[in-house]
């Protein structure tokens, strides 16, 4: 998990998903994660930022994940379709989807950054 101290967490709309973000001094700690809820296993890190990320947040149809940092960027991170589905498939459904999901994406995760802006 973090190596420092956990600074902001954020569940995603159907409760699949938290996202969270430590103290970091250096952009190696600075990635957000993101875990499973049940399994608690970390699904991603998404790298980008260079200081700790003090905001996370997914849009309301949880596709999609902001993250601000105090580099004085944002980046928004669309979130695999498996886990931004409406509450309703099966928990082996989910991990089912997930996995062929991965693997068809080369094994990254599927989260693909959409947009990232910095001021300069």
Known sequence: GH???VYCVCPSPNGRLIASACKAQSAGAAAVWVWEVGSWKAIAQLPGHTLTVTQLEFSPNGQL???GSRDRSFS???VPETYAAANG???ADTANNAAAAAAADGGEGCFALVVRLQKA
């Open 65 to 67: 994940l902001l993250s």
């Open 76 to 78: 928004i991170w669309r």
């Open 3 to 5: 190596g420092n101290d």
């Open 89 to 91: 498939s099966s928990a």
